[in-house]
């Protein structure tokens, strides 16, 4: 959506509007659609299981191929102490849905080496790429040793026909009961190819990661903003072919797939991996067919990020959130708050997504039973708040959690897809923090489009009341943020915050040490060039112990 220069949240500009919405109905024939559709997604499942589970014995394709199959690059994710998700996919044409090979399964050879030169091979096999998943492949390593840097690499072929991968880097999580000297990760999101190049992530594979938090909008599903750089491969997609064909344009950026052969990743995702906007089965356009869509867009983000078998779709659900630990230092609890999610509050006539409304004309915002993660993943998230013995609980989500209104002759306004329109959402989290005495929490998002620094208040409207976590909320990698303006209003106007800034892209990375956390705001200078400059936007300090950014 673009928002008016006079609107007072610095809210960032996105997709225009496409049009009044037919009107879809309400009530029982709202119900029996879902329940037709999610019946569709059942079969669609279980189809999709059924034809794993067959092609798992089928014969593979002797493989040759007329371009490098190996074109998106290699990646790695959801370290463990003894190991962790190496991942590819076969793609020697990526403007195609099928990437350029018939629909028949291939083996790759794999090998983890302790040495990049792979004279100290420790685990290797072989894996078959199947049609089914678009020849993505992703092997679970075990048996390694904890703390420490790893080299993997895939072949595809034999002989004179092999085709080998680029070499990628990844770390085993620290022992349980080790308490590690260090861990240092980037947090980052929202890379809209059109809006920039990826030169962001050229300069993050030099800042000696242990990780990569990536928080949502991997890819975009929409074209908008000013001055592009360079396009998307055709229209909007709707279908798995569509999906699946920008996803690897995305995955095609050298500076992109240069940091994800570089540290693992561990991601979640936002809105535009499926559709501005959406709340659970609700999109922005209120499309009926909408958990077909979305049955489509999980399918092919999970064929493309280097995540765990047990996160295979089930129709148009995916299991996402989940908890990493890195010994006694760290635990990092990635959440999603788009699958379950209850749809936005007082909505624009005839369509779903986020507007500006004001509170006082909006009773259904405080309603007790509106939840940003449904009811189920904060039971589980309460439950890890409780068990957790970690120095530091890093809590990695989408957005801005810390309250953020304006002022006006109207009223006091709210963005209602933010954490600011669910209030008793975000008082649960912030009271099961409490009740349960979490060591040290850190609230790590994106999705703005702007760098905030604030301080996560027991209350709010209180600015004397308790401070009960720190929050960091990255930037974006390209996409285009609000005028600086609106940031310098909103820091006037709440005391919890201590940065806002919008007119810079880039990243974050933070750096924990048993007894500090040290943050680091880096930014580029152009994103219309692909060689940008690096900077330090600021940095800040926690102390363990002490919520609360300082300065640094």
Known sequence: MRMASSNPLPIPPGPQPRGAARDTGTGARDAGRRDLLAGAMRLAAASLAASLARAAGAATQPARFDADPFSLGVASGAPEPDGFVIWTRLVPDPARADGGLPPVPYELRWEVAADEGFSRIVAGGRAVAHPELAHSLRVEVRGLAPGRWYHYRFFAGDGAHQASSPVGRARTAPAPDVLSPRLRLAVASCQQYEQGYFGAYRHMADEDLDLVLFVGDYIYESSWGRDPVRAHRGAEPKTLGDYRIRHAQYRGDADLQRMHAAAPWIVTWDDHEVDN???????EDLDPRFLVRRAAAYRAYFEHMPLRAAALPDGAAMRIHGRHRFGRLAELFVLDSRQYRTPQACPKPRRGGGNIVAVERCPELFDPRRSMLGSAQERWLDRCFSESAARWNLIGQQTLFSQLTARSESGTLVRTDGWSAYPAARRRLID???????????????????????????DFDDARSETVATEFCATSITSQ?????????????HAHVHLAESEHRGYVVVELKPDLCTTTLRTVDDVRRPDPAIATRARFVVDSGRPGAVLD
């Open 481 to 493: 943020g609000p005028a600086q303006v609106h940031h310098d209003r909103a820091r006037s106007e």
């Open 277 to 283: 906007d959406y709340a659970g089965d609700r999109s």
């Open 432 to 458: 099961s923090m409490r009740a349960h005495r979490l060591a040290n929490p850190l609230v790590l998002g994106g999705d703005v489009h702007a760098n905030w620094v604030c301080d996560v208040k027991a």
